[in-house]
């Protein structure tokens, strides 16, 4: 069981950067398998990456390589998602979500969402 709370969305320009943060509550965050989910409208919910408990594994979508880090920060029970040289089909409201199993599963625990808008 877990809450999570995101921050950071906001409005930024093409090629520019936002870090969104992900607070969780509880004591045990390091057992729980962290990601990151977008949604822009008229569109499915979209995977975009997670982060293993650790924080020493990381894997993302595609469309997000090389751009997007994920990170997290067990002291602080947050993970990030720190976007760079973003582009107008990165608007979405962003979600984190959170899992007890390392090697998949579902993702049970979610956020409210946070809105990111790159405006060209």
């Known amino acids: 069981q877990v809450q999570l709370v995101e921050s950071g969305g906001g409005l930024v320009q093409a090629g520019g950067s936002l870090r969104l943060s992900c607070a969780a509550s509880?004591?045990?965050?390091?057992?729980?398998?962290m990601g990151w989910f977008r949604q822009a409208p008229g569109k499915e919910r979209e995977f975009v990456g997670r982060?293993?408990?650790?924080?020493?594994?990381?894997y993302y979508t595609d469309s997000v390589k090389g751009r997007f880090t994920i990170s997290r920060d067990n002291a602080k029970n947050t993970v990030y998602l720190q976007m760079t040289s973003l582009k107008p089909e990165d608007t979405a409201v962003y979600y984190c979500?959170?899992?007890?199993?390392?090697?998949?599963?579902?993702?049970?625990?979610w956020g409210q969402g946070t809105q990111v808008t790159v405006s060209s």
């Open positions: 979500a959170a899992r007890e199993l390392e090697y998949g599963g579902s993702w049970p625990y």
């Open positions: 509880g004591r045990a965050f390091s057992r729980y398998v």
């Open positions: 982060v293993s408990r650790s924080g020493g594994s990381t």
